[in-house]
């Protein structure tokens, strides 16, 4: 039988994974819409470039939810909050 320590680390680290896939998912989408939405216009107007500006931002914001997944999975695994807890 597990200590219940490590069901609950287990469960935060599940947690924190889905919601590091989901957010990453979300923002592919949300590129793939304004993608679609881009090549929709004229490539010269201002809204186009907008577009392409908030294209970029968006996925440029995915290593940083990489990072903050690794950081995260790193607490976990250190036990912080567990220790935290016992105060």
Do not use: H
């Amino acid at each position: 039988m597990k200590p219940a320590n490590t069901d609950s680390q287990a469960v935060r680290r599940k947690n924190a994974i889905l919601g590091a896939v989901s957010s990453g998912l979300l923002r592919l989408t949300a590129a793939v819409v304004l993608m679609w939405l881009r090549f929709s216009l004229d490539p010269s107007r201002f809204m186009a470039k907008v577009l392409l500006v908030l294209i970029v931002l968006d996925l440029g914001s995915i290593p940083f939810i990489l990072i903050s997944l690794k950081t995260r999975l790193k607490e976990i695994r250190g036990g912080e909050e567990d220790a935290a807890s016992q105060y």
